[in-house]
């Protein structure tokens, strides 16, 4: 592996960490609105794979922040 490789190799995980980041706040909030709408919780973690304390840490964190937080499981410890 030489350096160019390396450095375009590492230019590519930025790009898809910044990726990850913006769809990260997209599901977020996608799951905001479900819960707006109605969605049962246990329909959101069928449909997300993420564990009811997950969702409702999301959701929470709309309710006691505004729409600014984008709490997710990632800053959770995982599932």
Not at 42 to 50: E, R
Not at 58 to 79: F, L, R, T, W, Y
């Amino acid at each position: 592996m030489d350096k160019r490789s390396l450095a375009q190799l590492a230019g590519r995980f930025r790009d898809a960490e910044a990726r990850t980041e913006i769809l990260r706040q997209e599901l977020a909030a996608a799951i905001r609105q479900a819960d707006v709408d109605g969605v049962a919780q246990k329909d959101i973690c069928d449909a997300t794979g993420y564990t009811r304390q997950q969702v409702r840490r999301i959701v929470k964190a709309a309710d006691s922040h505004g729409e600014q937080s984008a709490d997710s499981p990632q800053h959770d410890g995982g599932q």
